[in-house]
């Protein structure tokens, strides 16, 4: 017997398939859509077995299948049939749509530590005066480094590398090994709720329809979650399956534990924090048909479920629903692909869809459903306040009103959100003297300063050093650290209001469980002020918050993207959302420089109708979508010239071969010149038909150009 089997061995290199032999002891097991380990050449790589059959050709010497990565685990005609379509419609090798649909590891790669379920934490050694060790150690920079982590948080041994068990032996960190539990931590919600007249009509609606496309658009606190569960129950009547898309896993635990108090073990759940023995196990659930429903973030649309009746895509607005790196899919077109092949339906729910999405809404392809009301009948108040005002009076991080709010809310022993979307203490170094300024060594992007770790950190290649105010350039002892980061909000909260403060952003919430843990400390009322970034603007309910601040939003505004407008209206009414929902009045508070800014004055109306008028009338003028859909190419090379070189070519190669339906713009060097010690180009193709430019960037994308990277990403 033989196996056709797909494998890779270059990164261009598109869908090379190999014929091996099976040997006698994998007959029985091997299955079409297995991942499998073949040789190749003098190494051995992966691959998927794509078919299996007898043609043997005797003049040819085969060599054998080495071995199969968990003989039960396979992909189905359906997602095979999916992965192609992935491949050509994204123009990527078709098995990194294979790679993305089964978990990373698999048994055979998992033998060795499928079973590992141990964790180790380390902490400080209270008995010993820290300050007084780093004083003493200051030239050790990697200990003093840790040490600086450690004062702040536990942490997990694994996050330090080896390079901290010279301060375990030493006593200096203490450790605890304790054992992991596999069972998907998540809490329950088995609350009994009487549907609203409002929610009964929507879910009617959707069932007694034949429709397979649905907005639910429901202002927050609508209700959505109970809407879901509805049509899920009537899912399991009909004894089918449905997927649930959630952005992301942690930053919704409260959905999740309304799901789990509803439909129990019958719910697998994808986090993005499980292991890679726990997505195993939650995996094999699925493949024997133990469960009805999954829940997951954006990967979790390839559940191997079969006869799929439902598929919900909660906050369909959501930026995490498209993967940035290969196969840059959309799962919400992947979802309408696999609702087209089991006949099922798909609603997509939002109370801020995207503009192409409330267009194809309001045109009929899908079928726009409404939930008007809030459950708990109120509506936050909302105030704009100008910051050009209050920086004359000095005032440049909370305003008076902001102030006066906050304070009332304390005393009444209520309970205050912040948002501010940058994480860190502050977001700006720069020398006072010289004027130099802090760079990444690696991108060209200022370094932002975290106190937690004591060290100048860049948020998109990690780079860290430790923080001196010594100024590099002219030595002076003044570097002046500017600009607002979460951190810093923090400390000085905590000052001022004499209040403790709960921070929630990347930095504090890199631990497993940490967001659930956060969540529920802030919920039992142990913090009176919660600060975050735009993961606090989402899936919360929290009954005691009766004030939502929002510091600096200009910053997303003028993020320059297209979409910068639409994201700015979503976060801001989205974490406004986050109070009123109960009994308690909400009142909100923008700080802006910019008030008169439609953003801001839609926000405050509620009037997503008419932000939308606004933005789509802009949309049109620019040519954007949802008129045109976007493709962006990026084109990076270590070497400045030859990437500017191969853009120009590029251009002119794309000019050559399109007609003028399509418009193409640039190269432009991309907002973010060096990355990762990358230069970056862009270029732009604005396009309403995609079958002539698929055939034009397949070319483009088989070309080698030796030292540059071409990076093609459709629909954007
Ligand atoms: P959305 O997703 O639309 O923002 P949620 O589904 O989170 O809203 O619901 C908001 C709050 O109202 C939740 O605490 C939820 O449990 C509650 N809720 C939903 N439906 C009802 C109902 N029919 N009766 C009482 N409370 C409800
Ligand atoms: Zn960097």
Redo the contacts with the bound molecule.
Sequence with gaps: MIASVLIQYSVKSLNKVFDYLIPDNLKDSIKVGNKVIVPFGSSKVEGFVLNIHNNLDESLDYREVIEIQESDFYLNDELLKLGKYMSNSLLCNLISCYQVMLPKALKASLKTNINRKYETKVYLNKEIDIDKYIEEHKRNKKEIEILNILKEKECLKKEFGSSINRLIEKNIVLSETYEINREVQSDE?T?N????SM?ESAIKEILNSKDSKYLLY???????????IELLKNVLKENKTGIVLVPEISLTP??VA?FKGVFGDKIAVFHSSLSEGEKYDEYRRIMNNEVSFVVGARSAIFAPLKNIGLIII?ECQSSTYKQESTPKYNSIDIAFKRGEYHNSKVVL?S?TPLLEQYARAKKGVFHLIK?GN???GRFPSFEIVDMNKESKKHNYIISEKLDLEISGSLSRKEQVILLLNRRGYSTFLSCSNCGYVYKCPNCDISLIYHKSSNSYSCHYCGYRVTSSSICPKCHENAIKDLGLGTEKLESILEKKYNTKVLRMDADTTSTKNAHRKLINEFSSGKYSILVGTQMISK?L?FENVSLVGIINPDASLSIPDFRSSERTYELLSQTA?RVG??DLPGKVIIQTYNPNNYVYQNVIKNDFDSFFNYEMNIRHKLMYPPYFYICSILISSSSFEQASKESIKIKDYLDKKLDSSYIVLGPSVSSIVKLNNKYRFNIMIKYKDDTKLLCVLKELNDMNVKDVNIDINMNI
């Design positions: 919600d609350r709720i009487r549907l609203t929610q429901g202002v927050t606190g609508s209700g959505k979650t109970e809407v879901y409260q959905i309304r909660d729910g109370a939930l809030r459950i708990s899936g309910n959302g929902r109960f």
